[in-house]
């Protein structure tokens, strides 16, 4: 099983932290959102990542490539160039990082990861801003039980995010950011068979807009309800909210 993680945009509105970096490496603990997102997929065995990358990609790839460093004490021999790390208590991962382009939207970013996917596979998908207690296992028994092609996991949060309308578990409506009310949300955590990439035009479509609206009215998305916590973090606000939550010690999402 692998995860797929969007983290090409320009997150724009949050210019305070994202103009030196991209959002994914926004920190929360002292590590990167992006971070956070992968143990929670780890907590439940999901341990091979894609990485979807645009804006200021190759920060994401340099963290990677000196996670070691970062993350463990070390010692250097500067007459030899030797290094030694120290008590390496590394999650075993494997992290692969794809170009998707500097302007690609969502669903481009995707279409264009066909060559690291299957014909004829499962794979989990989500964005790079956001985290949830999810009971990834649960999610991905619920998506093999009813053999669609795509399976959202709904939240519940205010109105300025888009909407699903469900029959049952099946979705039939997806409202993209309606003006008001409040009801079930795309919560970013998908569970995907790669024909989902079929409903994707091209380098210009947002996987959020018109792919999750065909798979919906062709009866090929359904909904799965987390109930849990879920948070996004599109604001500065939401990045201080998710760092008291943090330090308080309570973290809910963090499962691990």
Known sequence: MKAVILAGGLGTRLSEETVLRPKPMVEIGGKPILWHIMQIHAVYGVTEFIIA?????????????????INNDLSVDLSTGKTTIHDGNQPKWTVHLADTGQTTQTGGRVRRLRKWLGNDETFMLTYGDGVADL?????????????????????RSPARFGRIGFDGDRVTEFFEKPESGEGWINGGFFVLNTKALDYIDGD????????????????????????????????????????????SGKAPWKLW
């Open 204 to 247: 210009h479509t947002a996987w959020e807009r018109e792919p999750v609206e065909r798979l919906a009215h062709a009866g090929e998305m359904v909904g799965y309800k987390h109930y849990g916590f879920w948070s996004c973090m599109d604001t500065l606000k939401e990045k201080s909210y998710l760092e008291e939550l943090w330090n």
């Open 53 to 69: 990358l645009g804006y200021k990609g190759e920060m994401i790839k340099e963290y990677f490539l000196n996670f070691f460093a």
């Open 135 to 155: 009971n990834i296992s649960k999610l991905l028994d619920f998506h093999r039980s009813h053999g669609k092609i795509a399976t959202m996991t709904s939240v």
